[in-house]
Every structure is written in C-alpha cells, then in structure tokens.
C-alpha cells in the first residue's frame, strides 16, 4: 500500500486516512479501511465513520471548526509544525483529502483524485478548495463560511514517520518515480529489518547516503557478478530508490549492523535483479 490514486468517485475517505496513516509510519489497506468505517458508495465517508476506523488504528481523528481562514490556518499549522497530518473535506464537503506539511507558504497534500496523488498547493488554492458555505435557513442570503479539518493524532509511539518535503514531493511526481511511490510501504518495510529510526540519542550510526558512499559500488559489482549481467544503472537507481525512502521515514544503520546492512542490501538487489532479467538454474537446482 503506497500513494496511488483511488479507483472510484467514493472512496476519498478511507484513502485519505490511509495516507494520514502512512505519515505516522502505518501502512493501512483502504479495503480495510473501507469495511471498518462502513463506506458505502451512494454516501461515501463521513468524519464519525473516519473516526471509528481511526481507533481500530489507535489514533484519533479530532475535529476542529472555525469560521475564519486566517484561524483555521494558524490552527491547522499548529498541528503540522508537530508531525500531525489533517484531513480537509474540500470541495464543499465532497472530498476527502490529506494536508501533511506546509513549507515556506505552500501545503504538500495527498489526493487520491490526482493521478501524481501527492501535490502542492498554495494558500490561495487551498483556502479556495477548503472552506464550505452554509447557507442560514431563515435568510437564504446570509452565508456562514466554514473552515473544518480533523487531526489524526497517534495513540502510539511513533516509530518513524514521513518527513515530506517540496522536494522530495516533487521528486515523487516525476513520471520515472511514481512507482517507487506506488510501492513505499514495500521499501519501508524491507528496510526497518536493517535499519533502524534515528532518535535525538541515537550514535555510532550512518545514514544512508554514508552508507551506499562506501559500499554501492561493492554491491552492483557483486550482484551484477553473480547474476552474469546487470544492469548498473538501474541497480544503482533501486539504491537510490531505498536511499531516498530511508531518509524520508529517518531511518540509519548502526555501526555494529554495517556489515549485516551489507549483506541485506545485496540479497534485496539481488533479488531484484532476479525478477528484473531472469535466472538460469543454478547448482544443480531443477524446475518441478
């Protein structure tokens, strides 16, 4: 489960808390968010159903209301500024979408709408997709304008969490990468049985840049080696892909798991390389 656009018009919902979840270093199916919160296609997801399939996560979806912008947004930049993503339900509550950083003025927000799903928005576009109009029952001139949106606040230790960026979200919605963002809980995973979260105590550790610095080159030699041919570009492009993952989710490998990262990281490139170009059999092994 990684960032990917939702496959029809009613599921902005539960997708929209997958990618808050995501943030927070959980990797949540939306099919399983779906049936918890009890989406349905002729209503969609609202806050309550959110909310209930929020705690099956143990977090929880707060809702804050105010009738301002410039409010709502000083508001909401509280959360952010702590690691907390928001939900905003835009377009005059027809669609769910998710705010999780906002840098030098402009938000990174995930769009399950949007083929890139993670995109950037200003003020201007933001605040214009945000608010919704109440109209008053008795005088059906006067307008209320109203600014909701729903922190997802862990009820966890969070392990790690994605530390999103203007560019590492503009890396993320080039054409070449989208797979690598259709596939991030894959990477995330692989990589916590190597390597572990950075914390303001952590020493004696590297990060990975540091890492593929010394030892890249030794590892495409090795795979490409091995396998009989390789090619180095791409293999050195899969490492630059668990490069950049690492480093969003501040993950670092400990100097006395050097060596163990050494052989993790040529059994996963290795692997690739299998599934990428093929193998013939191999010591004597026999199909059956």
Not at 36 to 59: F, H, K, P, S, V
Not at 235 to 242: D, E, F, H, K, T
Not at 256 to 282: F, H, M, N, Q
Request: charged share 25%.
């Amino acid at each position: 489960m990684g960032f990917y656009p939702q496959p029809n018009l009613w599921q902005c919902g539960p997708f929209a808390l997958k990618h808050a979840l995501a943030t927070l270093g959980v990797f949540a199916n939306e099919k399983q968010i779906s049936k918890l919160a009890g989406t349905n296609w002729w209503y969609g997801t609202d806050e309550i159903q959110l909310a209930r399939a929020a705690r099956q996560y143990r977090a929880t979806l707060k809702v804050v209301r105010r009738f301002d912008a410039t409010t709502a947004r000083k508001e909401m930049h509280r959360f952010l500024k702590r690691g907390i993503p928001c939900l905003l339900c835009v377009q005059e509550w027809q669609h769910w979408v998710t705010v999780v950083k906002v840098e030098r003025g402009r938000y990174i927000v995930l769009d399950s709408r949007v083929k890139e799903v993670l995109t950037i928005q200003s003020w201007r576009e933001l605040s214009r997709a945000w608010v919704y109009h109440e109209r008053d029952e008795v005088d059906r001139k006067a307008i209320q304008t109203i600014f909701d949106f729903h922190p997802v606040v862990p009820g966890f230790r969070v392990q790690t969490k994605a530390r999103f960026s203007i560019a590492r979200t503009m890396y993320l919605r080039r054409r070449r990468n989208r797979f690598l963002a259709r596939h991030m809980e894959q990477y995330v995973s692989d990589l916590m049985n190597l390597c572990k979260p950075r914390t303001p105590r952590s020493s004696r550790v590297i990060s990975l840049g540091e890492f593929l610095r010394r030892h890249e080159a030794m590892i495409v030699d090795q795979v490409d080696l091995w396998h009989g041919w390789v090619n180095k570009t791409r293999a050195r492009r899969v490492l630059g892909y668990i490069h950049f993952v690492a480093d969003t989710y501040g993950l670092v490998i400990h100097l006395e798991d050097e060596k163990r990262a050494i052989s993790g990281l040529t059994a996963i490139l290795t692997l690739w390389a299998a599934a990428e170009y093929g193998v013939t059999p191999l010591l004597g092994a026999q199909s059956r």
